[in-house]
């Protein structure tokens, strides 16, 4: 089993940044990949980006590329997504989620450990 507790969320002007950490615990394996969702009221789970944590490579979503950047940091086991530019359509919950191979990672049922969620709010 692997826990995932993600922190950073909270309410931002537009165009303001913020920084979201998502701490992982468990049976984790530098074999791992990590990812950002998020949910918008009444729309579906929307897949954001996502870390190989072994060699650390990195993809995002169209609508958040030049905007948000998703980093590790191995001593803690911690990943990062930091959001700049944000903008109103970006408020949801956001999810951390991980999973030793998630297959096509936009699809959120292939991943199989997923945190409570940590809530951003952009105002325009």
């Known amino acids: 089993q692997v826990q995932l507790v993600e922190s950073g969320g909270g309410l931002v002007q537009a165009g303001g940044s913020l920084r979201l950490s998502c701490a992982a615990s468990?049976?984790?394996?530098?074999?791992?990949?990590m990812g950002w969702f998020r949910q918008a009221p009444g729309k579906e789970r929307e897949f954001v980006a996502a870390i190989r944590w072994s060699g650390g490579s990195t993809y995002y979503t169209d609508s958040v590329k030049g905007r948000c950047t998703i980093t590790r940091d191995n001593a803690k086991v911690t990943v990062y997504l930091q959001m700049n530019s944000l903008k109103p359509e970006d408020t949801a919950v956001y999810y951390c989620a991980a999973d030793r191979g998630p297959g096509t990672y936009s699809h959120s049922a292939n991943w199989d450990y997923w945190g409570q969620g940590t809530q951003v709010t952009v105002s325009s």
């Open positions: 468990g049976r984790f394996f530098s074999t791992y990949v």
